[in-house]
């Protein structure tokens, strides 16, 4: 099948029915021409042409429309030839058999051909004769129609059906756009084909490549290829740029005379002389243009604008294109479920099906393997004091110094956290296993010694390492993982910054660990039920003023009631809370409910009492902590000046460039601010007269110590009057006896907590007991 017109007419394969001559026209064929010497607007309209045969002397009459068709003159046409001239050579002794001859019903054969002309390129023609009458045997007569519209539409459907089934069904693209521009050369007519596809390079600069191609085999055209794989076509450059950058679709009718064309040298040695370029696009329904490439189409022919390319081109780019996306989108989706999203090495599911496949694959060998299992030291520090962007380029810049170590063959992949492994594959190695295990940990451990730089800040981490060896130490992915971790623990324990392989020693602790986790964890997850089943109360103790008659303040204080009554103390629970978000949750618990008891408390004549709420190091790095505290008060109706936040003097002093800011805003809203365990930090007091707090509490272990321990009781001499000279109001805790309150009392601390007063209570016991104190 072809797509356009040959590069000369074609001549003609003359029957023997065919005359040369020239006779005059026959009487038979006169009343024809009297109906033809006018256009018959009907045939216009109706897009068909009358035609009239003399079968003795093969003489024809067209009308005006069927000539129009065939490229010739209406009339009287002497011969068959002359009016055969356009029919393609492949077609012409169809066209005579259906014109001479007729079956047993007298009715000749349909026919379809093909017609080529400069002005209207390939079209097809349908020839229909009409029954003969008895009375004029020797003329045949039939209607001649235009088909071109509806086998194009055919050829359109069939191709992209085609199209459609090798685009859809695929995963990769190569294989499906190389069929398709095979199935468009082939059926169109075509000798080479190619797509060119976008691509970036290490500037990011977008630029297209000829990634898939397809050429006639019966024709030498390898020059021609070579040179396109090599060519490289940024936006607008040469006829594939300049289609992609406009999104228009071009001809070319001379590829050689072209000098807009870049490869006209290799198309002149492979003789192509016409092509057609268009823009593989797709626009979505938010009428966003998704354009990955170009498809270009060249021939040895003389091609023609008419030709049906033009009209499949919208399709079958489109196809591409979407294709394109959807393999796009299927590749985003296998990124999300196997890639870790910050450092781009396999996640935790990916990488432990990476040790699964390796773990059945070797089982039934006498290969080995190893694991090994990297903790980061001190990166909690880092989130706390630089915030989590600089732990985030912190576990970046360590997953690339990773991968840069990997041999080749090897899988890295981060198992949350800053927690990463390595799954060891030797290749062909020289050195033992363990041997290759310790000098690759060891360059690891070099790898997270080396400083990480934040914002001109120089951040130092080090890492703890456990190995695990196949199958020495496992022959499952779990018990490999549980060997090369219990290894590491053993370094956390034993001063971290250094290697482990597992041991027989390390075993034995194993199951001691395994206990301690699985507690953890099992507690972790009954704090989430206890938050959503509304398990946590509070109790308070009242804060007095040196005389122990008046209530000054009350600390809230959080309890967790098991479901069979047990009474879990926080000092339990809370650092469990602390290694999760739950902490957060349970905070923001605790601000709540202690606001709404305060309001109770001032309704039942408490006035002027104010609230201590103590926060965890992670709520006081909340910037977002200040606008949510103000909610809560304005929901609850309590002046901001009756609540105090608590923070510790370590919190203050391990991230002041986070804590302090958030600080100040809330002293701006009227909250009151206590440093906890005042003197337990490393606060200096330059540093400690710019914070913005209204009071501080002596730890309890200095108070512990009165009135017997010196040391003690010039630590508490010294805060005392460093309060006094700062206007803070000072808070001794943790006063449990009659000579440590009297202690106080004589060096001028005027506000006392402790059990030598009151111990804490449920609001209820509170009220009914220190209503009228």
């Known amino acids: 099948m072809h797509d356009s017109a ?13 005359h040369t001559s020239t006779p005059p026209i026959s009487f038979s064929l006169r009343a024809a021409l009297t109906q033809v010497s006018t256009p018959d607007f009907v045939e216009q309209a109706a897009s068909f042409g009358r035609w009239w045969h003399d079968v003795e002397t093969g003489q024809l009459v067209l ?3 069927a000539a129009e068709m065939l490229g010739v003159e209406a009339g009287w046409q002497p011969t068959l030839e002359s009016c055969s001239r356009y029919v393609l050579p492949d077609d012409v002794l169809m066209l005579v058999s259906a014109l001479t001859t007729s079956g047993t019903t007298g009715m000749h054969d349909e026919c379809e051909f093909r017609v080529m002309n400069e002005s209207g390129g390939l079209r097809w023609l349908r020839l229909m004769p009409l029954p003969q009458t008895a009375v004029k045997q020797d ?17 359109r459907e069939r191709l992209s059906i085609e199209s459609t089934q090798f685009l859809v069904g695929t995963d990769t693209l190569g294989d499906a756009v190389t069929k398709v521009i095979q199935l468009v050369c082939e059926n ?7 797509y060119w596809a976008v691509e970036s390079d290490q500037i990011e600069t977008q630029q297209l490549a000829c990634k898939y191609f397809w050429h006639d085999p019966q024709y030498p055209l390898s020059a021609f290829t070579d040179e396109s794989c090599t060519l490289r076509m940024a936006s607008g450059a040469g006829l594939v740029g300049q289609v992609w950058q406009s999104g228009e679709a071009r001809w070319i009718e001379d590829l050689v005379r072209n000098q807009g064309f870049l490869r006209y040298n290799s198309a002149e040695e492979c003789r192509l002389r016409s092509g057609y370029v268009f823009p593989v696009v797709y626009v979505t329904e938010d009428g966003h243009r998704h354009s990955p490439g170009v498809l270009e189409f060249y021939s040895r022919l003389s091609r023609q604008r008419e030709a049906q390319l033009p009209h499949l081109s919208a399709t079958i780019g489109a196809l591409i294109a979407q294709t394109a996306q959807r393999l796009e989108q299927q590749e985003t989706i296998r990124q999300l479920a196997q890639i870790d999203g910050l450092t781009e090495l396999a996640n935790r599911t990916h990488f432990y099906r990476m040790l699964d496949k390796k773990c059945a694959d070797t089982a039934t060998s006498d290969a080995t393997f190893g694991l090994i299992f990297i903790d980061l030291d001190r990166f909690k520090p880092v989130n706390d004091a ?7 380029v912190v576990l970046q810049e360590f997953a690339q110094r990773l991968s840069a170590l990997a041999p ?3 899988y890295v992949g981060r198992l949350g956290g800053d927690e990463f492994a390595i799954l060891l594959i030797p290749e062909d190695a020289i050195l033992p296993l363990d041997t290759l295990l310790d000098v690759l940990g060891q360059r690891v451990l070099q790898a997270a010694r080396l400083p990480f730089m934040f914002e001109n800040n120089e951040i130092t981490v080090s890492a703890s390492i456990g190995i695990s060896m196949f199958p020495e130490n496992g022959m499952t992915s779990p018990e490999l993982l549980r060997s090369a971790d219990a290894a590491m623990y053993r370094i956390k324990k034993t001063g971290r910054n250094a290697l482990s392989f597992f041991s027989t020693s390390t075993s034995h602790t194993l199951a001691v660990e395994q206990s301690d986790v699985a507690q953890r964890l099992t507690m972790e997850a009954q704090l989430h039920q206890a938050l959503a ?6 109790e308070y103790q009242p804060i007095f003023d040196s005389s122990g008659q008046h209530i000054h303040a009350v600390e809230a204080l959080i309890r967790w009631r098991r479901p069979n009554g047990e009474v879990v103390r926080p000092d339990i629970f809370i650092p469990i809370a602390e290694q999760s978000s739950l902490i957060v949750h349970i905070g923001r618990w605790v601000l709540r409910q202690a606001c709404n008891d305060l309001a109770q408390l001032h309704r039942s004549g408490f006035s002027g009492l104010q609230m201590h709420v103590n926060m965890a190091a992670s709520e006081f790095t909340d910037s977002d902590l200040p606008n949510e505290l103000s909610a809560i008060l304005k929901a609850s109706g309590i002046h901001s000046s009756h609540l105090c936040l608590e923070l510790t003097e370590g919190m203050v002093m391990q991230q002041p460039g986070r804590v302090i800011p958030v600080m100040r805003a809330l002293r701006q809203l009227g909250v009151d601010i206590s440093l906890d365990d005042f003197g337990m930090g490393y606060s200096s007091l330059s540093r400690l007269k710019n914070l913005p707090i209204s009071s501080i509490k002596i730890d309890r272990s200095f108070v512990s110590g009165l009135p017997n321990q010196k040391e003690d009781k010039a630590i508490v001499r010294t805060i005392l009057e460093l309060g006094r000279h700062m206007n803070l109001r000072v808070i001794a805790e943790g006063v449990e006896t009659d000579a440590q309150l009297a202690y106080l009392r ?28």
């Open 6 to 18: 040959s590069p000369a007419c074609p001549v003609p394969i003359i029957s023997e029915r065919i």
């Open 63 to 65: 009308s005006v429309s």
């Open 139 to 155: 003329v045949r007569s039939g209607i001649l129609l235009e088909t071109t519209s509806s086998k194009h539409a055919a050829i």
């Open 188 to 194: 169109l007519g075509w000798e080479w084909g190619a």
């Open 386 to 392: 630089f915030g989590h962007e600089a732990g985030n």
């Open 408 to 410: 080749a063959g090897s």
């Open 533 to 538: 089943d509304n398990a946590f109360f509070l």
């Open 746 to 773: 004589q060096y001028g601390c005027s506000l006392i907590q402790g059990f030598v007063l009151s111990r804490p209570r449920p609001i209820d016991t509170l009220i009914a007991l220190y209503q009228r104190v």
